[in-house]
């Protein structure tokens, strides 16, 4: 019998979607279950880009051009420059999902063996497109204790060597919610200037800041164009995450015509999602004003419901729409299939993301959990409930 490639035996499996399984036979058997485990929000998509699709008229569901739609390009170039970027169309590569956008910019700025830092936790598919790529993640610890703010530059420094070439940032933070403010900006700044590195940056949370924190993007940092290259997407700003539509910006001319290439090797991001996507640019302010309040009320009960749950702690996040927790658990792996398989409070019960799926280091986030607060009040409401009938309950909770 033929074998599977050791690449593939290295690919880690998704700690958002492990315990589906656990989740599926809950249902079965009659129970709810609060899915606090992925970032699907249950806001509504725009309306603008909906009718776009069901008003489509072509006869010839034809290919697109590798770099996407020149309208596309063109009208994102627009959104972005209204938000300080300073680019045209020819600086974007559109892709398939904000996922196809950080792995062709992988693949066109590394190569195997090449060392990237990142600081942890972090959006665990980065593991994934790592090892696809054949290159090595170098994490760097961030703490619960200061909210999971970026590490001291110095600790960046240690891990920096000779095969070092990028770091990558999530800002606001998947998993953790953190918003970099200009500061911690400016430091990564001089630190890829003085190693020459690349700055990858994942903004698919740029929209979702809250109590007035402000956004800055690298595009903000001048003197780092050659070095950033930013990962966009449609599926969170828009509540589109089934598009499957996000895009490369960098002005970075080499990468753009690397990444080309690799493109044009999967032929054409999608064509409905393009139109979709260009409509959605004209959704009106009043739909994103909408929006970050009702997460702001989401976020505040939920943080606010943590805390009062004994032996639990969650900081509260500057942006996205996720917390990661503390529990006052043996191991959140277990907890959290324990709830799936072996709990139910008034035949509900609720699915996690266990936070060591987040850490390289596997040693870390083994009391953690990820939440994402993308249902409704109401429901996190019974959600947190849950939580707290849990833990009185679970076997294995722990006194601290």
């Excluded at 429901?379 to 309950?393: H, N, P, R, V, Y």
């Amino acid at each position: 019998m033929p074998t599977i490639s050791n690449k593939g035996k290295r690919m880690p499996a998704s700690p958002i979607r492990k315990l589906t399984p656990y989740a599926d036979a809950a249902k079965k058997i009659g129970r709810k279950v609060f899915h606090l485990n992925i970032g699907q929000p249950d806001i509504e998509t725009p309306e603008t880009m909906l009718n776009a699709v069901k008003n489509i008229d072509f006869k010839v569901w034809a290919y697109t051009p590798s770099q996407g739609n020149a309208s596309y390009r063109e009208k994102l170039s627009t959104y972005y420059n209204k938000i300080g970027y300073n680019i045209t169309a020819d600086h974007i590569l559109v892709t398939t999902g904000g996922s196809e956008a950080i792995t062709i910019a992988m693949e066109s700025c590394l190569d195997p063996g090449d060392e990237v830092i990142i600081p942890e936790p972090f959006y665990a598919n980065y593991n994934g497109f790592a090892c696809m790529a054949g290159i090595e993640v170098k994490p760097i610890p961030s703490y619960i204790d200061n909210g999971f703010a970026l590490p001291d530059i110095e600790a960046f420094e240690k891990l920096i060597g000779p095969k070092t070439k990028a770091v990558i940032i999530c800002n606001p933070n998947n998993p953790t919610g953190y918003l970099y403010s200009r500061e911690e900006m400016e430091a990564l700044k001089a630190l890829c200037l003085k190693y020459d590195l690349y700055l990858f940056a994942d903004e698919a949370y740029r929209e979702f800041c809250y109590d007035g924190n402000k956004f800055i993007s690298p595009m903000y940092l001048e003197g780092l164009e050659n070095h950033v290259v930013i990962f966009d997407t449609v599926s969170k700003r828009y509540s589109a995450c089934g598009a499957r539509l996000g895009c490369l910006i960098t002005k970075n001319k080499e990468i753009l015509e690397t990444g080309l290439k690799f493109a044009q090797a999967r032929l054409s991001p999608p064509a409905v999602a393009q139109i979709a996507g260009e409509a959605a640019i004209d959704t009106p302010q009043s739909y994103f004003d909408k929006v970050i309040s009702e997460y702001t009320k989401r976020r505040d009960l939920l943080v606010k419901g943590l805390n009062k749950i004994p032996g639990v702690y969650c900081p509260t996040p500057g942006g996205a729409f996720y917390v990661v927790t503390q529990l006052p658990v043996d191991d959140a792996d277990k907890f959290c299939q324990w709830m799936l398989e072996e709990f139910d409070y008034h035949n509900q019960t609720v699915m996690m993301a266990p936070a060591t799926g987040f850490y390289a280091n596997t040693s870390l986030g083994k009391q953690q959990v990820r939440l994402a607060y993308v249902l409704c009040l109401e429901d996190l409401a019974s959600a947190l409930q849950c939580i707290e009938k849990g833990l009185e309950k679970y076997p294995g909770r722990t006194t601290s």
